[in-house]
């Protein structure tokens, strides 16, 4: 059986991961830009890092799921009662993503968004149909899934479902914007295939809180060092797994981007190597410093936030968007952010990193709050509808 304490690793890193992923929400609305930060054309390094530092959100927020799947499964020791969470779960993030957090990105519904809580809700329900599988099986599949699906066939496979079909494929794994009617947009960015794999990687990982924790931190910072180093390898070498290729540039900065710059939609190989595996070393240096006694005071803030995650998620989105809406009023007139095109923006605005970083900080300290006193709540009161929020 787990202990409670050992927890607190997990809470640390969702809360910085979280933190991080706000700060590409941020970005979007309170700085857009006329071109993609990934976009080495056009990029610097400050606004290439400002977007690839929050790559590490998804991955690691959907792989610490399946650990915590994994957690409930160790205490409740009940295969159906895993089963009846993870549907249940699973079903209520889909609602939330088709409701209230595609309201809040647009505070309308004129596009449909399908991204990470609608990924992580599905991810859940194939999850509750893998856990009758052997932890072995689990693992070879998850496995298999993330290693092998770059060398997926997509327009062939896109071909053989028809036009009638072809938006099935498209969520499954060829993310694109659907159009069913000349009044509704679908953008389905996270197709299902492989990030259903990472959860259940996960959860697989999340047998590593069985062992003593001397030896838990030791196989966490092997399985990161291995990940990082296979991805190094498969990057500069151009061997398999990433779309983007490897270029020598000019500059040392553009051949760092260039070796960062990995493709996330669907996430290939080498993208969830590059962010899982210093996830993973993270995970084992927090692992590392609580074995030896360190209390980690200067990281409850981190936990805090940890502890809420959906909570903060479904704060931080309308926070962002009302502040940089009513921001851009004041100063342009208008609104500015990634629903508009750069034609529609005022001739004097000017896209500012600092200004969104002061605003990212802003947002984060003043959603403390009100986690703070929600995660006191859920401590002190033990209702089963609290778990889903």
Request: glycine share 6%; hydrophobic share 50%; net charge positive.
């Amino acid at each position: 059986m787990v202990k409670t304490e050992r927890l607190y690793s997990l809470d640390i890193l969702r809360g910085f991961i979280i933190v991080l992923m706000a700060l590409d929400h941020t970005r979007r609305y309170w700085a857009e830009t006329p071109f993609s930060p990934t976009d080495l054309d056009q990029t610097t390094l400050a606004w290439f890092l400002t977007r690839w530092v929050t790559h590490f959100c998804a991955p690691l927020f959907i792989f610490l799921t399946g650990i915590g799947a994994y957690l409930y499964a160790d205490k409740v020791r009940s295969t159906a009662k895993v089963r009846n969470y993870l549907l249940s779960r699973g079903l209520w993030l889909i609602f939330l993503e088709l409701t209230v957090i595609n309201f809040s990105w647009q505070f309308g519904y004129d596009v449909v968004f399908l991204q990470v809580i609608w990924a992580i809700g599905w991810s859940m329900i194939i999850l509750a149909a893998l856990i009758y599988l052997p932890l072995t099986w689990i693992c070879i599949v998850s496995i298999v899934v993330i290693g092998a699906h770059n060398a997926l066939p997509d327009q062939a496979i896109l071909n053989w479902f028809g036009q009638d079909f072809a938006w099935l494929w498209h969520i499954l794994h060829s993310p694109t914007t659907l159009t069913f009617s000349t009044q509704v947009d679908v953008l389905a960015l996270y197709p299902l295939i492989p990030w259903f794999a990472v959860m259940s990687l996960g959860y697989c990982c999340g047998y590593l809180f069985q062992l003593s924790a001397q030896y838990r931190y030791k196989v966490f910072a092997l399985f990161g060092t291995f990940a990082v180093v296979l991805f190094v390898l498969l990057k500069l070498g151009n061997i398999y797994g990433e779309p983007n290729l490897f270029t020598p540039e000019a500059s040392f900065a553009e051949s760092v981007m260039s070796l960062l710059n990995n493709s996330k939609y669907p996430p290939s190989l080498v993208y969830l190597l590059m962010t899982l595996g210093p996830g993973l070393l993270i995970l084992a240096s927090l692992e590392y410093l609580q074995n030896r006694g360190f209390k980690l005071t200067l990281l409850d803030g981190f936990k805090i936030l940890g502890g809420v995650p959906l909570f903060y998620y479904l704060l931080h989105i309308p926070a962002i968007n009302l502040s940089a809406q009513a921001y851009s009023w004041l100063v342009y007139g208008q609104t500015i952010h990634f629903f508009r095109t750069p034609e529609e923006w005022p001739s004097r605005y000017e896209p500012s990193l600092i200004l969104a970083y002061v605003a990212w900080l802003g947002i984060t300290l003043a959603l403390y709050v009100p986690c703070k006193h929600y995660l006191a709540i859920k401590r002190t009161h033990h209702s089963p509808l609290l778990k889903y929020l």
